[in-house]
């Protein structure tokens, strides 16, 4: 079993950076691909970034590429999202999800375990 956790949302201007960790508590998170998705109110949950426990392989939506990284460390089972060049249009609830298997996939459905969500708001 995997429980996730995030944290680090908050508020931030425009062109600001924010850094949100999804934290584990299963002694699995190592071999588990990691996905980052995001919902907005009234629009549909999508992906925006994942990374492959094998190798670290990582794969980005096009609207945040050059602008978000993802990395991940096994021995804090936590996986960081960096934030940078924020734009009102990120405005949404972050969520980090788990799946068993190396590719990162971008549909929500093909993860199993999901964390609550933690909210960033881009507004000047």
């Known amino acids: 079993q995997v429980q996730l956790e995030e944290s680090g949302g908050g508020l931030v201007q425009p062109g600001g950076s924010l850094r949100l960790s999804c934290a584990s508590s299963g002694r699995t998170f190592s071999t588990h691909t990691v996905g980052w998705f995001r919902q907005a109110p009234g629009k549909e949950r999508e992906f925006v970034v994942g990374?492959?426990?094998?190798?670290?392989?990582?794969r980005f939506a096009d609207s945040v590429k050059g602008r978000f990284t993802i990395s991940r460390d096994n021995a804090k089972r936590t996986v960081y999202l960096e934030m940078n060049s924020l734009e009102p249009a990120d405005t949404a609830v972050y969520s980090c999800?788990?799946?068993?298997?190396?590719?990162?996939?971008?549909?929500?459905?093909?993860?199993?375990?999901w964390g609550q969500g933690t909210q960033v708001t881009v507004s000047s």
């Open positions: 990374i492959s426990w094998e190798y670290d392989r990582t």
């Open positions: 999800a788990a799946r068993e298997g190396t590719l990162v996939k971008v549909v929500p459905d093909e993860y199993q375990y």
